[in-house]
């Protein structure tokens, strides 16, 4: 006799116990890991993106501003200029999933920037002067932030959505989805991670063993 099957709720509940389990795991594992070793991955990296054909190939190019506990991306940044590509970072809404991906003049820009409570550099939300990347021409690549990730590309954020719900936006823009690629530490490479069907998959995952 086959065993009733779950239904939707005991199925979504599970899910997100999973999910909040793997994220205090992860949490765990990126506290033990040094700041010399972030640094040394975050290098690594770096030289791995700037050598990348689908980065070389981008003109118009969203990326996270790093907390402690992410790749660091100054780096990128600061070769997206140099290159003369033009250059998107978040802002986030707070209480809501909502994000803009908003216009960056200049690496030396990130001076202006505000820190919100989240210890997170954005424009501030009086900022109306900088381009939202799908006002304009779109985006050709994103960087993705997250906690952890699979190599078939499933990647746990931070829970708020963000990420998933812009790009739902980018599908219904007339350039299309961008090409996403995360940028991890080794530390945050998974067996497997727990989905949603409105989880959306990351092109590629570049972490330092890959």
């Known amino acids: ?33 040094g700041a010399a070793e972030k640094q040394r991955q975050s290098r690594l990296l770096s030289r791995k993106v700037i050598g990348h054909s689908k980065y070389q190939e981008s003109k118009r190019i969203a990326i996270f501003l790093s907390m402690p506990d992410e790749i660091q991306t100054e780096e990128i940044i600061k070769d997206i200029f140099k290159q003369g590509k ?23 820009d990130m001076a202006s920037l ?15 002067t900088r381009e939202e990347a799908l006002a304009g021409g779109g985006l050709d690549l994103i960087f993705m932030p997250g906690l952890g ?4 590309g499933n990647r746990l954020g931070r829970g708020k959505g963000y990420y998933d719900t812009y790009l739902g936006r980018c599908m219904k823009h007339p350039s ?35």
């Not at 099957?5 to 999910?19: C, D, I, P, R």
């Not at 690629?181 to 890959?210: G, K």
């Open 1 to 33: 006799m086959e065993p009733p099957a779950e239904s939707g709720g005991e199925m979504a509940a599970a899910l997100g116990a999973a999910k909040r389990a793997l994220r205090a795991e992860l949490r765990h594992r990126l506290r033990a890991l």
């Open 86 to 108: 033009e250059c998107f970072i978040p802002r986030y809404k707070p209480h809501s999933n909502h994000m803009d991906m908003l216009k960056l003049s200049s690496a030396e």
């Open 114 to 128: 505000t820190l919100t409570s989240w210890n997170i550099l954005q424009p501030s939300d009086g900022d109306s």
């Open 149 to 152: 990730f699979d190599k078939k």
């Open 176 to 210: 299309g989805k961008p090409y996403t690629i995360a940028l991890a530490f080794r530390e945050q490479i998974c067996e497997s991670v727990p989905v949603t069907e409105n989880d959306v998959q990351v092109d590629e995952i570049l972490y330092e063993d890959c």
